[in-house]
């Protein structure tokens, strides 16, 4: 008997085999596992984009540094007519990576992300692009997913540090094959799509997967407590904000609008743990350098929203726009905390920002806002950043005296990973960074 317990323990230890419950397959020496949810724009994905395509520059909005990349550099006198020279590259498939690449490819995007009046190939190297009015936060354009040079019927060949290895499939995923080895960066790169994001995180903490992002607020507690050192949370350029119309002239209403929200109730409850409460306003990933005060309007005062809708003698506000749970909360929260109808009387909009290009001019593109059209101006038709955060600082201060809109949430996305997972970094502009990511035994 005891001889056949030792040789049944032996042969346990020579193949591996494990009792537990959650034992998964050993990982693929240089393969990484990632958890996804359904990509709808693979090439406009920022994490997968930045894998398979190198950008033409890296832009940090909070310090206006450009850093060159598929571009050599990307200049202006006027911040009207950009020149932006090409370093030479080349597509997966061996085709040339020219000027008439980028230039075809902006053409071919149906809403432009910047109001450019023409944009030219001069030579194979060397694209011009020409603005409809002085536009600084050009550099967050050529940084964007938006300036990649995507090929109509080949969106997913580029000419980035990974190529693709087997065509994507929407409901399970595919993979990405680095082009060039890299020592003990991840070779190759398992997308898998799930429904449910849970189960991934499940599969992390098993062992089962390597790395998932932006799993719901079900797992956001435990993300801190299974993974203590294994976490990251990154702001997004998304957010959310309430647009006050010309029929709500008065501050003290708007005041008392903008008080009445919890904001942190709401981004940990109907909101999933998938944002946090404002509190200036421009998002974290596009702000320009250090903010100049705090933002009253984005805390929670129910005395105070109270005593300014007396003084406003406001009894009711229409909200309109915006997602259905979104304006749900949105309304829950100014019945509950201020007692207003929210279905008559002046017209409060919820409006989002999507964060196509990282600058704080997304956020006012297509807003009327005169009294901060003159601070806006500057800030587009000046090429120094100190300059530029100065009137981006003004810009918020008005916005903040006035109200014409308050802010409410902003994005943010979070991934947890395996043990063996090593160099992770996630920023506003890449998400998670697969490229960077080493892989341990």
């Known amino acids: 008997m005891r001889v056949t317990t030792i040789l049944l323990a032996a042969a346990l230890m020579i193949t591996g085999c494990s009792s537990g419950p959650d034992a998964g397959p050993r990982p693929e020496p240089g393969v990484l596992t990632v958890g996804v949810g359904e990509v709808e724009n693979l090439p406009r994905n920022r994490m997968v984009a930045h894998a398979l395509y190198t950008p033409l520059i890296d832009y940090d909005p909070a310090t206006g540094k450009i850093t060159p990349r598929a571009a050599e550099s990307a200049t202006s006198t006027d ?61 967050a354009f050529l940084a964007s997913v938006w300036a990649l040079p995507v090929r109509p019927g080949k969106p997913l060949d580029g000419n980035g540090p990974f190529k693709l290895g087997q065509p994507w499939d929407q409901r399970k995923g595919g993979r990405l094959i680095r082009a060039n080895p890299v020592g003990a960066k991840a070779q190759r790169i398992d997308l898998k799509v799930y429904p449910d994001l849970a189960v991934a995180f499940d599969e992390v903490k098993a062992g089962k997967l390597d790395l998932v992002v932006d799993f719901p607020g079900s797992r956001h507690a435990s993300m801190h407590q299974d993974f203590p050192a294994r976490n990251v949370v990154w702001p997004k350029p998304d957010a959310s904000y309430l647009l006050f119309g010309p029929d709500m002239p008065d501050p003290a209403a708007r005041y008392a ?19 946090d409460p404002a509190t ?31 003084q406003a003698d406001l009894g009711a506000a229409r909200f309109t726009n915006g997602g259905d749970g979104e304006l749900r909360a949105v309304t829950g929260q100014v019945q509950a905390n201020l007692g207003l109808k929210t279905d008559t009387g002046p017209a409060v909009a919820l409006h989002r920002a999507h964060g196509g290009i990282d600058s704080p001019h997304e956020l006012f593109d297509g807003l009327d806002l005169p009294s901060i059209r003159p601070f806006l101006d500057a800030a587009a038709a000046s090429g120094d950043p100190v300059v530029q955060a100065e009137n981006y600082r003004l810009v918020e ?35 998670v960074d697969l490229t960077a990511i080493t892989l341990g035994s």
């Open 257 to 275: 609008i903008a008080l009445s929200i919890n904001r942190k109730a709401v981004a940990e409850g109907p909101l999933d743990n998938q944002y």
């Open 79 to 139: 911040q009207i007519t950009w020149t932006i020279k090409l370093r030479p590259g080349q597509y997966h498939d061996g085709t040339k990576v020219t000027a008439t690449s980028y230039v075809d490819a902006w053409a071919a995007v149906v809403e432009k992300p910047i109001p450019y009046k023409n944009a030219a190939a001069v030579d194979d190297s060397t694209i011009q692009l020409v603005m409809e009015r002085p536009a600084s936060y050009v550099p």
């Open 397 to 431: 201060n008005e916005v903040l005296r006035e109200l014409p809109l308050v802010p409410l949430w902003t994005r943010h996305g979070h991934a947890v990973w395996a043990e063996r997972v090593r160099d992770v970094v996630a920023t506003a502009a890449h998400d």
């Open 280 to 310: 200036r306003l421009f998002t974290p990933a596009v702000a320009p350098g250090e903010r100049s005060g705090s933002c009253r309007a984005c805390t929670f005062d129910q005395a105070a929203a109270k005593s300014l809708r007396t």
